[in-house]
């Protein structure tokens, strides 16, 4: 264990290290931002984080969990090992709006800070390449390969409009339901028919009744794909998709059950048939570690940054942030890089993602995701804390 002196002397050496790179990591970035590619698509990018691994001396292993644009990079050897997430995919039409071009330059940055205090700290330092966040869910994949296997402690940091430590995520699973009915004339012999849409209609006035009777942070949205074919034919085919979201797992297995009794009820009161198909994987609810997003808050403000207090909009979204965050603890703080009134997704939020003001905001993001490394590195009880918090809070 290494005494506050020379861990504060560790920390000092990281921010020197990104302030180096910052150069350096600032032509990633743009790069990223100018060459701008989709979920699972991203091989200029893979590229381009994968060779700059090598040169500082990483082990690199591409198309990790059969996916061609994931990635990892090792450095250094044994336990603790601690991961920095990046991502680096972008949106069909804005670009990098999301600015994960931030998020990849950041966590590899944190990951070649860390680097260069290895000879003096033991554990292991990973960065993970993770593609497909806004599309498709990598991370999913990731987990499931078992990428995190031997993995303390996860972090990395998404750009905002403001600047929390803790945003919880919602899980999702994903629903189509198809009813199958009975063509007929639907002037001539409308009794002959049995009404698919009929059947969608109702699953879909029983799936809004119900949600007047669930809790506040759920949400279940859907649209219907398939109606029928003209207006004189009694459709005897209809077709729906439906999102089901909640902050904790088991109530997303309840609310679910629930959706899937609308449908049924719906066949059975139009005499169709149903069929119900979960497409896709699970995205679990984040799982947050206060502690740990503690550690990250104390390091970020002895830079002199501060986190906004006050009221947090509980805009909540789905992430595959989620799936590690429940697989290791896992930390994804929030920093500001735009005024409040832009949000993410927004064209405004792509230019803040280039701009000079983004890269100070998420430099200062890197060198606290480095120094936190540092804690859990030299500090078996801060790793122990955070560990006994994670392995306390039933899954969610
Ligand atoms: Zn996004
Ligand atoms: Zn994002």
């Known amino acids: 264990m290494a005494s506050q002196d020379e861990v504060q002397q560790l920390k000092n050496q990281v921010q020197v290290e990104v302030d180096r790179l910052t150069p350096d990591l600032v032509a990633v970035s743009r790069f990223l931002h100018a060459n701008p590619e989709l979920a699972y698509e991203e091989r200029q990018a893979a590229e381009l984080l994968t060779d700059v691994l090598e040169q500082h001396g ?3 292993q591409r198309g990790v969990a ?4 994931a990635f990892t990079g090792l450095a250094g050897s044994g336990a603790p090992r601690i991961a920095f997430l990046a991502e680096y995919d972008a949106l069909p039409g804005l670009g990098h709006a999301c600015g994960h071009n931030l998020i990849g330059t950041a966590s590899l940055g944190a990951a070649l800070a860390v680097r260069s205090v290895l000879d003096r700290v033991a554990g292991s330092v990973f960065l993970v390449g993770c593609p497909a966040e806004e599309k498709g869910g ?10 995190f296997a031997g993995t303390d402690a996860a972090m990395l940091v998404h750009p905002s409009n ?3 430590m803790v945003k919880l995520a919602l899980g999702m699973r994903e629903l189509t339901v198809e009813f199958f009915g009975k063509a007929s004339h639907a002037a001539a012999a409308p009794d002959q028919g049995v009404n698919a849409l009929d059947a969608a209609v109702l699953a879909y006035v029983g799936i809004g009744v119900m949600r007047q009777q669930v809790r506040s942070d759920a949400r279940i949205h859907g649209i219907i794909t398939h109606g029928g074919q003209a207006p004189n034919i009694i459709p005897e085919y209809a077709a729906a998709r439906y999102y089901v979201r909640a902050l904790d797992l088991a109530y997303m297995d309840d609310l679910f059950g629930r959706v899937v009794g609308c449908c ?3 066949a059975q009161a139009t005499g169709c048939r149903v069929k119900l198909t979960s497409v896709g994987k699970d995205y679990q609810p984040y799982k947050p570690v206060y502690s740990f997003a503690e550690m990250f808050q ?3 403000e002895s830079l002199g940054e501060t986190v906004d207090q006050g009221p947090v909009d509980r805009e909540l979204g789905s992430t595959d942030v989620g799936n590690v965050s429940q697989t290791v603890p896992t930390i994804q703080p929030m920093i500001q890089i735009c005024p409040r009134e832009v949000a993410c997704h927004m064209t405004a939020f792509a230019d803040a993602a280039a701009s000079d003001a983004g890269h100070r905001a998420m430099f200062a993001a890197t060198k606290a995701m480095a120094m936190t490394a540092l804690d859990l590195l030299t500090e078996p009880a801060a790793l122990e804390r955070v560990a006994a918090e994670f392995r306390g809070r039933a899954a969610r």
């Open 138 to 147: 990598g991370k999913i994949a990731l987990v499931e390969a078992g990428i």
């Open 264 to 266: 049924e009820a719906a």
């Open 298 to 300: 104390r390091n970020l």
């Open 58 to 60: 990483f082990a690199v």
């Open 66 to 69: 059969n996916l061609p644009t």
């Open 162 to 164: 403001r600047t929390e």
